[in-house]
């Protein structure tokens, strides 16, 4: 049944139309016109998970569990691996399940043999189910999905969302990599993330509402039930950076992800709060529609325009670029006001 799932909820989102807006067009950035560098001057390089990586970007969590999501996960780690850019897996759950999946996960430290790889499971794991999901991949940090919004989207979803944050207190206590918590693309708000912070998480993945909509793909699933007026539902990406930086929390890594697609995004993201940015769905579409080299072109592409946004920015670096300033507009100033 998981297996199935797994295959379905690709298809899925291959199929969705809904899109929501992560609010980064209410942003807005001065042009500077008197920047004083030169582009070949322009480093891109950040800290991640005390490592130093080339661009503030990774692959976030989508599959594995089949031979299909295998193939789209051997791809999408020779991305991440040319780019020397991190890579999540998905959910590594069905792999502590049913033996057969686990190459679809091993193959994705198979190609990244020295970068940074990324494990995965949900806020239910164990401490014992975390350590093996680490130890699978041989991850360098593990992420913790929230997603109760997409189980109660199942009809076979969970109903059940008691001790979360125990079991979640008791991960981090005990493991031995870093423990990233992150939603599923409805936002981490500002009170969830002190919660967080309070039990000793210091990084998480806001994947707010503009992104992938798992409400609209489990829908897909089940048409004897419209629930399409849930699917505005969620915190949008660029509000939920910004109130997560206003925790003035120095030691918590802020990853913004949820409708990241274009280099403008990224940027934006990273001077609103973010320390790292994260891309799915729009990797994915690359990759089914598109193949490998396409998709090694998307990235070069986002990572030269990034570039050419930080020169117009006057930010020769990232440490100058989350100076810079800002105003906010629309609908975001709104929500931010309110």
């Not at 322009?42 to 193939?71: H, Q, Y």
């Not at 014992?128 to 130890?135: G, H, I, P, Q, T």
């Not at 493991?175 to 409805?186: A, N, Q, R, T, Y």
Request: proline share 2%.
């Amino acid at each position: 049944m998981r297996k199935y799932r797994k295959q379905e909820h690709i298809e899925n989102y291959l199929r969705t139309s809904y899109v929501g807006n992560p609010l980064f067009d209410d942003v807005f950035l001065y042009n500077n016109s008197l920047p004083e560098i030169d582009f070949s001057e322009i480093d891109t390089s950040t800290v991640f998970l005390d490592r130093k990586i080339n661009f503030p970007l990774m692959i976030n969590a989508m599959t594995g569990g089949n031979e299909f999501s295998e193939d789209i996960n051997r791809d999408l780690a020779g991305v991440a691996n040319e780019f020397r850019i991190p890579m999540a897996v998905g959910s590594e759950k069905i792999a502590l399940e049913d033996e057969d999946a686990k190459e679809s996960f091993k193959v994705v430290r198979e190609i990244i043999k020295d970068g940074i790889v990324i494990s995965n499971l949900s806020g239910e794991a164990t401490v014992e189910e975390a350590k093996r999901a680490v130890d699978l991949v041989e991850a360098d940090a593990i992420q913790i999905h929230l997603n109760p919004a997409q189980e109660l989207a199942q009809p076979e979803g969970n109903r059940k969302f008691r001790n979360i944050l125990q079991n979640i207190d008791m991960i981090v206590a005990k493991s031995e990599v870093p423990v990233i918590v992150k939603e599923v693309g409805f936002g981490l708000s500002k009170d969830v993330i002190k919660t967080l912070y309070d039990i000793g998480v210091r990084s998480v993945d806001v994947s707010g509402y503009g992104g992938t909509n798992f409400i609209e793909i489990e829908n897909l699933r089940n048409v004897d039930n419209d629930l399409s007026e849930f699917y505005s539902w969620g915190i949008p990406t660029a509000l939920a950076l910004i109130e997560a930086k206003s925790l003035g929390l120095k030691d918590l890594e802020i990853i913004s992800s949820g409708g990241v697609k274009n280099s403008t995004d990224v940027i934006k993201s990273l001077v609103i709060g973010a320390d790292m940015t994260a891309v799915s769905g729009e990797i994915l579409s690359y990759i089914i529609h598109g193949g490998y080299d396409y998709t090694l072109k998307y990235i070069s592409n986002l990572i030269y325009k990034s570039k050419m946004l930080m020169l117009l920015l006057g930010s020769k670096n990232l440490d100058e670029l989350k100076l810079q300033k800002y105003k906010v507009t629309g609908r975001l100033k709104e929500l931010l006001e309110g």
